[in-house]
């Protein structure tokens, strides 16, 4: 495969794991009902996805760096939101 391919796919595979938190987020947001939502679960996808963007810093991957932040991100509003809607 070449390396555009390659980029592609990571870029693709980027681009669906970033949106994949968002209607959990925009759900519990307009809701106001977190009690559904596995505290564990979001501590350790958190945790995990904070060590992907660290990763990405250490290869110097842009697309590594930047899903993981904005999902780290989506992450951690919804361990927010469990917080504030208890």
Known sequence: MTGFVI???GGVAAVLTTLA???QVIKT???KDAKSLSM???L???LGICLWAFYGVLKG???LIVANSITAINAGILIFFK???K
């Open 7 to 9: 980029e592609s796919i």
């Open 21 to 23: 938190f968002l209607p």
């Open 29 to 31: 947001w307009k809701s």
């Open 40 to 42: 564990p679960m979001l």
């Open 44 to 46: 350790m996808t958190f």
């Open 61 to 63: 991957s842009l697309p």
């Open 83 to 85: 917080l504030k809607y």
